[in-house]
Protein backbone atom coordinates (compact mmCIF):
# COMPACT_ATOMS: atom_id res chain seq x y z
CA UNK A 1 0.00 0.00 0.00
CA UNK A 2 1.34 2.76 -1.43
CA UNK A 3 0.62 6.08 1.13
CA UNK A 4 2.34 10.16 1.37
CA UNK A 5 2.26 12.12 4.32
CA UNK A 6 3.36 15.71 4.76
CA UNK A 7 4.55 17.36 8.06
CA UNK A 8 5.81 20.59 9.08
CA UNK A 9 4.61 23.95 10.51
CA UNK A 10 0.93 25.42 9.86
CA UNK A 11 2.04 28.66 10.36
CA UNK A 12 4.80 30.72 9.38
CA UNK A 13 5.83 34.13 9.81
CA UNK A 14 6.70 36.50 6.57
CA UNK A 15 10.24 36.43 5.41
CA UNK A 16 10.55 33.21 7.58
CA UNK A 17 11.69 29.86 5.74
CA UNK A 18 9.35 26.78 5.60
CA UNK A 19 10.60 23.18 6.30
CA UNK A 20 8.42 20.50 5.00
CA UNK A 21 8.95 16.46 5.35
CA UNK A 22 6.96 14.26 3.32
CA UNK A 23 7.50 10.61 4.47
CA UNK A 24 6.24 8.12 2.52
CA UNK A 25 5.76 3.91 2.03
CA UNK A 26 4.81 1.12 0.27
CA UNK A 27 7.76 2.24 -2.78
CA UNK A 28 10.86 3.56 -3.16
CA UNK A 29 12.36 6.62 -5.21
CA UNK A 30 14.39 4.32 -7.42
CA UNK A 31 14.31 4.80 -11.89
CA UNK A 32 12.21 7.53 -13.12
CA UNK A 33 9.57 7.84 -10.55
CA UNK A 34 9.56 10.85 -9.20
CA UNK A 35 8.44 12.08 -5.37
CA UNK A 36 7.57 15.96 -5.15
CA UNK A 37 5.14 19.04 -4.32
CA UNK A 38 1.95 20.31 -5.42
CA UNK A 39 0.36 23.72 -3.87
CA UNK A 40 -3.13 25.16 -3.63
CA UNK A 41 -4.22 28.62 -2.06
CA UNK A 42 -6.91 28.76 -0.21
CA UNK A 43 -9.91 28.72 -3.39
CA UNK A 44 -7.57 28.56 -5.88
CA UNK A 45 -5.51 26.48 -8.57
CA UNK A 46 -3.18 23.48 -8.00
CA UNK A 47 0.48 25.08 -8.51
CA UNK A 48 3.63 22.41 -9.63
CA UNK A 49 6.16 23.56 -6.92
CA UNK A 50 8.79 20.88 -7.53
CA UNK A 51 10.03 17.09 -8.18
CA UNK A 52 13.20 14.93 -7.26
CA UNK A 53 13.95 11.51 -8.83
CA UNK A 54 16.57 9.15 -8.03
CA UNK A 55 19.00 10.53 -10.33
CA UNK A 56 17.37 13.16 -12.30
CA UNK A 57 18.01 16.59 -11.32
CA UNK A 58 15.64 18.30 -9.28
CA UNK A 59 12.66 19.72 -11.32
CA UNK A 60 11.62 23.31 -9.88
CA UNK A 61 8.56 25.43 -11.19
CA UNK A 62 10.19 29.01 -13.11
CA UNK A 63 7.90 31.02 -10.92
CA UNK A 64 9.49 29.74 -7.58
CA UNK A 65 12.84 27.94 -8.28
CA UNK A 66 14.40 31.40 -6.84
CA UNK A 67 12.82 30.31 -3.34
CA UNK A 68 12.18 26.61 -3.22
CA UNK A 69 15.03 23.61 -3.04
CA UNK A 70 13.81 20.25 -2.86
CA UNK A 71 15.98 17.02 -1.14
CA UNK A 72 15.25 13.38 -0.64
CA UNK A 73 17.01 10.88 2.76
CA UNK A 74 16.39 7.12 0.64
CA UNK A 75 17.22 5.28 3.79
CA UNK A 76 14.55 7.18 5.49
CA UNK A 77 12.55 7.73 2.73
CA UNK A 78 11.26 11.13 3.35
CA UNK A 79 11.45 14.03 0.82
CA UNK A 80 11.96 17.66 1.92
CA UNK A 81 10.80 21.19 0.47
CA UNK A 82 12.13 24.29 1.51
CA UNK A 83 10.35 27.72 0.56
CA UNK A 84 12.35 30.39 1.61
CA UNK A 85 11.65 34.31 2.51
CA UNK A 86 7.92 33.27 3.18
CA UNK A 87 4.84 35.47 2.23
CA UNK A 88 1.41 36.17 2.65
CA UNK A 89 1.22 34.99 -1.21
CA UNK A 90 2.58 31.70 -0.12
CA UNK A 91 -0.47 30.06 1.94
CA UNK A 92 -1.62 27.45 0.62
CA UNK A 93 -2.22 23.96 1.40
CA UNK A 94 0.94 21.54 0.20
CA UNK A 95 0.51 18.04 -1.36
CA UNK A 96 3.40 15.86 -1.39
CA UNK A 97 2.86 13.97 -4.26
CA UNK A 98 4.22 10.49 -6.11
CA UNK A 99 4.70 10.92 -10.34
CA UNK A 100 4.77 6.79 -10.55
CA UNK A 101 2.82 7.06 -14.16
CA UNK A 102 4.92 8.96 -16.83
CA UNK A 103 3.14 12.60 -16.09
CA UNK A 104 0.91 11.65 -14.04
CA UNK A 105 0.65 12.13 -10.12
CA UNK A 106 -1.82 9.20 -9.02
CA UNK A 107 -0.72 8.87 -5.38
CA UNK A 108 -1.16 12.03 -3.53
CA UNK A 109 -0.96 13.23 0.47
CA UNK A 110 -3.58 14.49 2.24
CA UNK A 111 -1.86 17.66 2.45
CA UNK A 112 -0.87 19.90 5.45
CA UNK A 113 -2.45 23.74 5.14
CA UNK A 114 0.52 26.10 5.76
CA UNK A 115 -0.47 29.94 6.43
CA UNK A 116 2.00 32.97 6.29
CA UNK A 117 0.88 35.30 8.67
CA UNK A 118 2.65 37.87 11.44
CA UNK B 1 5.21 29.60 -17.73
CA UNK B 2 1.65 30.72 -17.54
CA UNK B 3 -1.29 28.47 -16.55
CA UNK B 4 -3.14 26.24 -18.95
CA UNK B 5 -6.36 28.36 -19.53
CA UNK B 6 -9.30 26.39 -18.81
CA UNK B 7 -13.20 27.14 -18.84
CA UNK B 8 -14.35 28.35 -14.82
CA UNK B 9 -17.58 26.14 -15.37
CA UNK B 10 -19.17 23.40 -17.20
CA UNK B 11 -22.62 21.81 -16.21
CA UNK B 12 -24.90 18.83 -17.56
CA UNK B 13 -28.08 16.91 -16.53
CA UNK B 14 -26.98 13.14 -15.24
CA UNK B 15 -26.51 10.70 -17.61
CA UNK B 16 -25.34 13.87 -20.32
CA UNK B 17 -21.84 14.10 -21.18
CA UNK B 18 -19.92 17.32 -20.61
CA UNK B 19 -16.24 18.28 -22.13
CA UNK B 20 -13.57 20.35 -20.56
CA UNK B 21 -10.90 22.22 -22.53
CA UNK B 22 -7.34 22.93 -21.56
CA UNK B 23 -5.11 25.17 -23.97
CA UNK B 24 -1.59 25.37 -23.90
CA UNK B 25 1.25 26.66 -25.93
CA UNK B 26 3.63 24.31 -27.88
CA UNK B 27 6.16 24.38 -25.36
CA UNK B 28 3.71 22.65 -22.95
CA UNK B 29 0.20 20.69 -24.02
CA UNK B 30 1.73 20.58 -27.88
CA UNK B 31 5.16 19.45 -26.65
CA UNK B 32 4.62 15.81 -25.29
CA UNK B 33 1.33 13.35 -24.87
CA UNK B 34 2.46 13.78 -21.38
CA UNK B 35 -1.38 15.39 -20.22
CA UNK B 36 -3.02 14.45 -17.20
CA UNK B 37 -6.43 15.46 -15.36
CA UNK B 38 -7.01 15.38 -12.19
CA UNK B 39 -10.63 15.70 -10.40
CA UNK B 40 -11.13 17.29 -6.47
CA UNK B 41 -13.65 17.05 -4.44
CA UNK B 42 -13.83 19.66 -1.53
CA UNK B 43 -11.56 19.26 1.45
CA UNK B 44 -9.72 16.10 -0.56
CA UNK B 45 -6.73 15.53 -2.79
CA UNK B 46 -7.06 15.59 -5.88
CA UNK B 47 -7.38 12.40 -7.65
CA UNK B 48 -5.53 11.28 -11.19
CA UNK B 49 -8.20 10.19 -13.74
CA UNK B 50 -6.25 10.65 -16.91
CA UNK B 51 -2.45 10.21 -17.60
CA UNK B 52 -0.27 10.29 -21.29
CA UNK B 53 -3.53 11.94 -22.63
CA UNK B 54 -5.97 9.38 -23.19
CA UNK B 55 -4.67 6.25 -20.31
CA UNK B 56 -6.79 5.41 -17.27
CA UNK B 57 -5.47 4.59 -13.72
CA UNK B 58 -6.86 1.59 -12.89
CA UNK B 59 -10.04 2.00 -10.93
CA UNK B 60 -11.02 4.80 -12.94
CA UNK B 61 -14.59 4.54 -14.91
CA UNK B 62 -14.21 4.09 -18.83
CA UNK B 63 -16.57 7.41 -18.55
CA UNK B 64 -14.07 9.32 -18.70
CA UNK B 65 -11.86 10.04 -21.54
CA UNK B 66 -9.18 12.51 -22.89
CA UNK B 67 -7.79 13.31 -26.18
CA UNK B 68 -5.52 16.18 -27.42
CA UNK B 69 -4.81 18.35 -30.91
CA UNK B 70 -2.21 20.26 -31.34
CA UNK B 71 -2.07 23.13 -28.42
CA UNK B 72 -5.16 21.69 -26.86
CA UNK B 73 -6.79 18.68 -24.86
CA UNK B 74 -10.02 17.96 -23.72
CA UNK B 75 -11.69 15.99 -21.01
CA UNK B 76 -15.09 14.16 -21.90
CA UNK B 77 -16.99 12.77 -18.58
CA UNK B 78 -19.97 11.33 -20.61
CA UNK B 79 -22.91 9.60 -18.57
CA UNK B 80 -22.48 12.38 -15.70
CA UNK B 81 -23.40 11.14 -12.35
CA UNK B 82 -23.37 12.82 -9.56
CA UNK B 83 -20.98 12.30 -8.00
CA UNK B 84 -18.63 13.52 -10.54
CA UNK B 85 -18.97 17.08 -9.28
CA UNK B 86 -16.51 19.16 -8.49
CA UNK B 87 -13.29 20.51 -10.12
CA UNK B 88 -10.85 19.27 -12.95
CA UNK B 89 -8.26 20.15 -13.28
CA UNK B 90 -5.16 19.56 -16.42
CA UNK B 91 -2.13 19.27 -16.20
CA UNK B 92 0.91 18.53 -18.82
CA UNK B 93 4.54 18.15 -18.69
CA UNK B 94 6.57 20.94 -20.52
CA UNK B 95 9.90 21.16 -22.91
CA UNK B 96 11.64 22.66 -19.86
CA UNK B 97 11.28 19.59 -17.97
CA UNK B 98 8.49 20.83 -15.68
CA UNK B 99 4.32 20.87 -15.38
CA UNK B 100 2.28 22.99 -15.31
CA UNK B 101 -1.86 22.74 -13.70
CA UNK B 102 -4.47 24.45 -15.67
CA UNK B 103 -6.99 26.98 -14.05
CA UNK B 104 -9.33 24.95 -12.88
CA UNK B 105 -13.05 23.83 -14.20
CA UNK B 106 -15.96 23.95 -11.38
CA UNK B 107 -18.40 20.60 -12.96
CA UNK B 108 -22.26 20.93 -11.69
CA UNK B 109 -24.87 18.14 -12.14
CA UNK B 110 -27.91 19.73 -12.56
Known amino acids: QITLKESGPTLVKPTETLTLTCTFS?????????VGWIRQPPGQALEWVAL???????RYSPSLSSRVTITKDTSKNQVALTVANMDPGDTATYFC???????????WGQGTLVTVSS | QSALTQPPSASGSPGQSVTISCTGT?????????VSWYQQHPGEAPKLLLY???KRPSGVPDRFSGSKSDNAASLTVSGLQAEDEGDYYC??????????FGTGTRVTVL
Open chain 1, 52 to 58: IYETINE
Open chain 2, 26 to 34: SSDVGAYNY
Open chain 2, 52 to 54: EVT
Open chain 2, 91 to 100: SSYTRSNTFV
Open chain 1, 97 to 107: VYEQLPGGFNY
Open chain 1, 26 to 34: GFSLTGAVG
